[in-house]
């Protein structure tokens, strides 16, 4: 079974920044590197969307609603996934789910995902 687990969230000020950080302790290694890593987040009441996420030999990928902002980055070896996130403002607030998929995009593919990290943005 794959399990992620989360960490970095917490509580920021809008123009304040928060790194997330998220490892799949018990996934093999060789096969964590063929598969897409990254970061999607809920709000309350809406849909489950792209933060970004990053493919095995693709480009990065990001939502347009976080582009500039946030950058991911993955350490294969650590089977780890980072997400900086910067200049962040209320509408960031959101619960953030790491996951690791193959294949098209979730709902598309197989997909795991973590538990979820609070982060709030507030004055």
């Known amino acids: 079974q794959v399990q992620l687990v989360e960490s970095g969230g917490g509580l920021a000020q809008p123009g304040g920044s928060l790194r997330l950080s998220c490892r799949a302790s018990?996934?093999?290694?060789?096969?964590?590197?063929?598969?897409?890593m990254g970061w999607y987040r809920q709000a309350p009441g809406k849909q489950r969307a792209l933060v970004a996420d990053?493919?095995?030999?693709?480009?990065?990928r990001c939502g347009e609603s976080v582009k500039g902002r946030f950058t991911t980055s993955r350490n294969n070896g650590r089977k780890m996934v980072n997400l900086k996130m910067n200049s962040l403002n209320p509408e960031d607030t959101a619960v953030y789910y790491c996951?690791?998929?193959?294949?098209?995009?979730?709902?598309?593919?197989?997909?795991?995902w973590g538990q979820g990290t609070q982060v709030t943005v507030s004055s």
């Open positions: 018990t996934m093999i290694s060789s096969v964590f590197s063929m598969y897409t």
């Open positions: 990053k493919s095995h030999g693709g480009s990065p």
């Open positions: 996951i690791v998929y193959r294949g098209p995009p979730p709902p598309g593919g197989e997909a795991h």
